[in-house]
């Protein structure tokens, strides 16, 4: 066998390994998806895309390296009896430049294409419904503001615990969070983006349909260990077949808003149940289907605060209530931790863990009321009197 023969029969084999590696790589490609689950919106379509492309190009790799590691073990392992040293091999300088070069190459093509799906996703759409996100530990929360119906140059807030929109919205979210990072994470989507301390963050998409009927729910998840109640961090981002379904459900929050309840009761149990505050992640409570247990069970905390948190503290179940929220650390429920319970305050609007007078009144009415007989464990006229002062 000349050199020659030897040099063509080796391209050939070359040739070969190479379109075996290609149509591998494809077939890692076509396969792994199938794990997915459903592309819910615009934006998933693109980055599944993406992900193929570097899959195929993953997929040829892995059996590249594979393939060699196998060949390798087989083909060069110790015969019995040979107790020789292996051939002592020095650099090769073509072959250092062809394996730089080629990955070079594929991260190159790679940054682009990432870079062009990345623009197009984050460029600004017609017609864009911008909702506020709060991340806390460990609850979202979302945030919807309109124009005031009753004076439309005044701003109104629509908070839901529940991300709603449509098929075909283009929407933009603005991401904050009240105390550490965590990760907005909606599988369905193919969407992922960190909340930062002191950051707003933003991402976009449009839903597309992907089922016969509607609202559909999917989950929307924090990414990112942010404490001992991460695993309770799921929140739902509900999408409507169309815009009247979807105002249905809106103009009903509206409602809420616009005409609360004049019964401080219903108030406080409406405000929770909105979600405009993080507890339900920390918190059991049966009446609001909370399953938190970063916190201790709510359930008949308003006859505790009357007996043991009343002979523990010395204050009266109003006042003990009230300032659990405002002051948290100042008693702590034995068998928890401190400083996990926010202390929500009423001074900055604009700061972390805010929570108006008018809120705070009517959440410890209703916590006042979770006791076994649905009796409330206080006295209104004082906690009125403690929350809004003597005026
Ligand atoms: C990050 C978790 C977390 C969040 C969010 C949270 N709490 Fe708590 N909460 C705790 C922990 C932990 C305790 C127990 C430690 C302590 O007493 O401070 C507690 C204690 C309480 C208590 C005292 C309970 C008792 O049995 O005496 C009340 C009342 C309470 N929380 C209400 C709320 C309300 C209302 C909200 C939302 C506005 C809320 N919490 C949000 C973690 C949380
Ligand atoms: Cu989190």
Redesign the pocket.
């Known amino acids: 066998m000349t050199s020659n023969q030897l040099g063509s029969r080796t391209i050939f084999i070359i040739i070969i390994a190479g379109v075996a590696l290609i149509l591998g790589g494809l077939v890692i490609s076509q396969v792994t998806p199938l794990i997915f689950p459903v592309q819910a919106s615009a934006e998933s379509l693109q980055i599944d895309n993406l992900f193929r492309i570097a899959l195929v190009i993953g997929g040829a790799i892995f059996l590249l390296v594979q393939g060699l590691l196998i060949y390798s073990i087989v083909r060069f392992r110790a015969r019995a009896g040979d107790t020789s040293d292996g051939i002592n091999l020095h650099g090769n300088a073509t072959l250092e430049i062809v394996w730089t070069a080629i990955p070079a190459v594929i991260v190159l093509v790679l940054t682009v294409l990432s870079y062009q799906v990345w623009v197009s996703i984050q460029s600004v759409k017609d017609d864009e419904m911008t909702v506020k996100v709060t991340g806390?530990?460990?609850?979202w929360s979302f945030a919807y503001e309109v124009p005031d119906p009753r004076d439309t140059s005044q701003k109104l807030t629509v908070n839901s615990k529940e991300l709603h929109t449509y098929v075909g919205r283009p929407m933009k979210l603005e991401m904050v969070t009240q105390?550490v990072i965590h990760s907005f994470w909606v599988p369905a989507f193919r969407m992922k983006q960190d909340v930062m301390p002191g950051r707003t963050t933003t991402v976009r998409f449009t839903p597309i349909q992907t089922e016969e009927t509607y609202p559909v729910r999917y989950p929307i998840k924090c990414a990112e260990l942010c404490?001992s109640?991460h695993g309770e961090m799921v929140n739902w981002l509900v999408v409507h077949k169309d815009e009247a379904d979807y105002m249905a459900w809106f103009n009903q929050q509206l409602d809420l808003v616009l005409n609360p309840p004049e019964d401080p009761v219903a108030r406080g149990r409406q405000v929770?149940a909105s979600g405009a505050?993080?507890?339900a992640?920390?918190?059991v409570l049966a009446d609001l289907g909370w399953a938190?247990l970063?916190?201790?069970?709510?359930n008949g905390?308003g006859d505790?605060?009357a007996t043991v948190?009343a002979s523990a503290t010395g204050l009266s179940p109003e006042e003990?209530?009230d300032r659990?929220?405002y002051y948290?650390?100042e008693?702590?429920?034995p068998g928890?931790?401190?400083?996990?319970?926010?202390q929500?305050q009423a001074n900055d609007p604009q700061g972390a863990n805010y929570?108006s007078l008018d809120d705070h009144f009517a959440?410890?009415a209703y916590?006042c009321t979770q006791t076994s007989t649905g009796e409330s464990a206080c006295d209104l006229d004082r906690l009125r009197s403690l929350v809004f002062g003597n005026s």
Not at 136 to 139: E, K, N, S, T, V
Request: net charge positive; aromatic share 14%; with cysteine.
């Open positions: 806390a530990r460990f609850a105390d404490g109640g929770l505050y993080p507890c992640g920390c918190h938190g970063t916190g201790p069970s709510l905390v505790r605060a948190r003990y209530l659990s929220i948290p650390n008693y702590i429920v928890f931790g401190a400083g996990l319970m926010p929500f929570m959440i410890v916590l």
